[in-house]
């Protein structure tokens, strides 16, 4: 395993402290205003980065009511219908890209993003992304991968809904194309996850399968997840932050 690698001037690996990551997602709840505040009290709170979503309802889903693009009636988004309506409200406008990469950088937090198509990484790279996220849907995207590969920044993978072969092959993609420097971070994919799901021991069993950092993308409410995975060996640990107000 190599043993550090660099976000801007923050190692990361195995003998690095954790490196925290603030999950702005939808929580600005369409406000840019928000957005601004949420990276700034992130800051505050101790996070080393603040990481968007870059995508529209276009790029990312089909405007269908088959019923796989629906949402379940005990899902508290039901009201949307569709994902293409839940996802048009939640998206993070592109224009305000470049001011939220502005104001991470003016008060010292790392910024970058989670893109979804091929055209999110062309816009990302055109503003510095010093990193890349992908989503635990997207690990089976070969041709997104090989694209963030290429640009030679460092990518952070939530397996979420991944079996071994696909872990497997996206190592396979990431390093075809050029990428040596790579995290996969423990998920399950549920909001909120219950704690009893989390399989923590996957955290080690990656370390030591894969030869390379790991962590948690924590959806589980509070932070004893979070903590007990460190004990485990987490490196990374990205979880969704909000403002209460």
């Known amino acids: ?115 979804f198509d091929i055209s999110s990484v062309d816009f990302l790279e055109d503003l510095n992304c010093p990193a890349y996220k992908i989503a635990s849907p997207e690990i089976t995207d070969i041709p997104l991968l090989a694209r963030v590969a290429r640009t030679g920044k460092p990518v952070i993978i939530s397996t979420g809904l991944s079996e071994l072969e696909d872990i497997h092959l996206a190592i396979e993609t990431l390093k075809k194309n050029g990428c040596e420097n790579y995290v996969f971070l423990k998920c399950t994919a549920s909001y909120p996850a219950p704690p009893e799901s989390m399989n923590l021991n996957t955290i080690p069993d990656m370390i030591k399968r894969f030869d390379c950092p790991a962590g948690l993308s924590d959806h589980t409410l509070g932070i004893g997840v979070a903590v007990a995975s460190v004990v485990l060996g987490s490196k990374v640990i990205e979880k969704h932050f909000k403002e209460f107000s």
């Not at 195995?14 to 709840?29: M, Q």
């Not at 996070?47 to 899902?75: M, V, W």
């Not at 998206?91 to 470049?98: F, G, N």
């Open 1 to 115: 395993m190599t043993a550090s690698f660099f976000i801007n001037q923050t190692p990361i690996g195995r003998d690095c402290p954790v490196y925290f990551i603030a999950e702005l997602s939808g929580n600005h709840k369409g406000s840019k205003d928000k957005a601004v505040s949420i990276i700034h009290k992130a800051k505050q709170a101790g996070a080393n980065a603040i990481k968007l979503q870059t995508y529209t309802a276009d790029t990312i889903t089909l405007n269908s009511h088959k019923p796989d693009f629906l949402i379940s009636e005990d899902d508290p988004w039901h009201y949307k219908q569709n994902l293409y309506n839940l996802y048009l409200e939640a998206y993070t406008p592109w224009e305000w890209h470049a001011d939220l990469f502005y104001e991470a950088k003016k008060c010292g937090l790392d910024i970058f993003s989670s893109p």
